[in-house]
């Protein structure tokens, strides 16, 4: 009886292994089932390639990354693709110490990282993936509001703003109620927003319709006349016929978003692009090859784009390959804050 | 009539114990009330999910309609299976040791303040901890075993504590009766204390096991990954688990991963109440005995 008390403790201790005992090789088989199943397109890439890329780093490019390679092993079944984000700078602490192949970025490498992967011999590629581009929209019949500046901007979202109406952010506009809508709190758009406009990331007046839904504050903005909102530049794109987008100031004048204008970075402050770091020995492997190249190419693109980032013009894809195929190593966007992608490329001679 | 000797209780004494009576139920319903709202919300959000394929399907960023916690939950019982495995038989023969073999001394005294203290210190510290040793300089990598001996680490003072406070429970007079009758200490133990005391120590297990399978930080910090679809089939493969799905999903921006979350929440409850539910009936069959 007691040897069978003691029995029953180990069963316990033991009882999830036991289930996974039953569940471990059963997963295989459901996994790769299911993930073909699901499958829209056909495998088109080469059914060979084995391997596993971990990517790793910004949450803001995560959604990119992630469905990226969601496609991308449907088309490479043999190859995994591991996703994480641990946020730009964790993705570097762990990239520089050689324990990921790919790291996502919403800002240039910084010098201290770059030390730090050089300690341990790494060397890397530097790939722009795309632009992230914000759009501030209005009602289309709010005739007053087609520009702003910047400090306007701030005036209406910062925490311990007093605006009410639209008569409280420039003397001249009329005595219509301000509703505002945005992207939740948990998004990084929202914090992308509240660090270049209110100037601190986070810190936003509380009183506004938040949806981490777009179609959400699309319908909000598009049903007041008094309303105000913003998100992706591709989501106001394809809604163009609803809102008007506003033009911003950031004193330079006033300059309407579009694909150009974020794309030379007059569109200012509300566009930046993103990057992914590749490990440079991980690039030597034809999967990590693979997957870079189906990131810049036409499937790579149409997903940086639905997701809503603003994908590169063809002829800076061009010279992105171009690099690669020069071998080029290092960063050449280090100091590059507010110079077009094309115009950083085309100095470095690509 | 001979007066009761309870009927000298005042109103007021009779109107205490009611309100206390109150108090504590009260106590215990708004615990439940949060547990409600959390699988009702569950159930009312995640419905147009729950069905097995959600069970069955590996992560699908491109369509949600199609995604499923497999992956994530396999990854949830591999790291606590390996959690317990290596915590309960290290945890269990080093409180032995401290209530049963150690004599008391300074030092013992240390190592128990010690533990105790380890008990309280939040999770990240764990994750800080498993990336210096294990992932780093004991170059496990970033993968299940990484993250099983972390939460092992993690749940250790917990699963100690537990088996003493059981072991302590056992009445003197079961070892005196024992080594009376001429058995060694070692046989007292085995055959008496042990087995007396292994309903408390089962609790302490679970305890344990829930801790492990709530726990996210410590796990991205060692290495948990955000998007996989390969389920682990060994200790060194990379790993999602089901707390860090659910955060994934809930913090996409389309309203079809949300749905997925809430969906997952009432998994990850389901599978929880399950875990124990089963030690809780273990452990009165034990008792019992």
Redesign the interface.
């Known amino acids: 009886m007691k040897a069978f008390q003691l029995a029953c403790l180990s069963v316990v201790a033991l009882g999830s292994l036991g289930l996974i005992g039953c569940g471990g090789p059963a997963a295989d088989s459901t996994t790769s089932t299911s993930a073909t199943g699901g499958s829209t397109t056909a495998p088109k890439g080469d059914p060979n390639l084995k391997g596993t890329i971990s990517v790793d780093g910004s949450s803001t490019v995560f959604k990119a990354s992630e469905a990226v390679a969601a496609d991308f092993m449907l088309a490479f079944p043999g190859v995994n693709v591991e996703v994480s984000f641990s946020g730009t700078g964790g993705g570097f602490k762990k990239f520089g110490a050689g324990e990921t192949d790919i790291s996502n970025a919403s800002r240039p490498i910084k010098q201290d990282e770059i030390d730090a992967a050089k300690a341990n011999n790494i060397d890397f590629f530097e790939v722009p993936i795309g632009y992230d581009g914000l759009t501030v929209v209005v009602h289309p019949e709010n005739t007053w509001a087609t520009q702003l500046t910047v400090v306007e901007l701030k005036k209406i979202w910062e925490p311990t703003s007093t605006v009410k109406s639209w008569k409280d952010v420039r003397p001249g506009f009329p005595d219509v109620p301000i509703k505002l809508y945005g992207p939740g709190t948990s998004s990084g758009t929202f914090d992308y927003f509240t660090k270049v406009i209110v100037g601190k990331e986070k810190s936003m007046r509380t009183d506004f319709q938040a949806s981490e839904d777009d179609n959400v504050i699309l319908t909000g903005v598009a049903g007041d006349k008094g309303a105000i909102g913003y998100f992706g530049l591709a989501y106001y794109e394809e809604n163009k016929d609803k809102l008007t987008a506003v033009a911003i100031d950031n004193g330079n004048g006033p300059v309407a978003p579009s694909k150009e204008t974020v794309t030379d970075l007059s569109y200012q402050p509300l566009s930046r692009p993103e990057f992914m770091y590749v490990k440079a020995e991980a690039y030597a492997r034809p999967e990590v090859k693979a997957f870079v190249e189906f990131f810049l190419g036409t499937e790579g693109q149409a997903i940086v784009s639905e997701v809503g980032y603003v994908p590169f013009e063809t002829a800076t894809y061009d010279r992105i390959r171009k690099m690669f195929e020069s071998g080029k190593t290092g960063s050449i966007f280090q100091d590059s804050t507010g110079k077009p992608v094309e115009a950083v490329l085309e100095a470095a001679g690509f | 009539m001979t007066p009761s000797p309870f009927s000298s209780v005042s109103a007021g004494r009779k109107f205490k114990d009611k309100f206390v009576h109150a108090l504590c139920l009260t106590a215990v319903l708004v615990g439940i009330a949060f547990l409600v709202v959390v699988i009702v919300g569950g159930i009312r959000d995640g419905l147009p999910r729950l069905s097995l ?1 959600f069970l ?3 992560p ?4 949600p309609e ?1 995604a ?1 916690v ?2 994530a939950m ?1 990854g949830s ?2 790291v ?3 959690t ?2 290596i915590a ?2 290290v945890g269990v023969a080093a409180a032995i040791y401290l209530e049963e073999i150690a004599r008391p001394s300074r030092t013992r005294d240390f190592v128990q303040a010690n533990i105790a203290n380890l008990a309280g210190v939040p999770s990240i510290v764990y994750g800080l901890l498993g990336l210096a040793v294990f ?2 300089a004991m170059q496990v990598g ?1 993968n299940l075993l990484a993250a099983g001996l972390t939460m092992a680490v993690l749940v250790l003072p917990t699963v100690i504590l537990v088996t003493q406070e059981a072991l302590r429970m056992v009445p003197r007079s079961i070892r005196e009766a024992s080594l009376a009758l001429g058995g060694t200490p070692w046989q007292t133990l ?2 008496q204390t ?2 007396t005391s ?1 309903g408390t ?2 609790t302490g ?1 679970i305890f344990a ?1 829930a801790r492990a399978i709530g726990e996210t930080a410590p796990l ?1 910090v060692v ?11 060994n200790l060194t493969d ?1 790993y999602t688990v089901l707390p860090l799905q659910i955060y ?1 999903w ?6 079809s991963f ?1 749905i997925n979350a809430s969906a997952a929440i009432f998994v990850l409850i389901v599978v929880l109440t399950a ?1 124990n539910l ?2 809780i009936v ?1 452990r009165n069959k ?1 008792q019992r ?1």
């Open positions: 394929d069955r399907n590996p699908n960023p491109r369509r199609q499923g497999f992956v396999m019982l591999w606590v299976g390996l317990l495995l309960v038989p992932v780093r970033t085995i055959r042990l087995p292994i120590i089962l297990i096991a991205i290495g948990a990954v955000g998007f996989i679809v390969k389920s682990p089939s990379s994934s809930s913090s996409d921006p389309k309203k949300q875990m089963t030690a273990l034990l005995r």
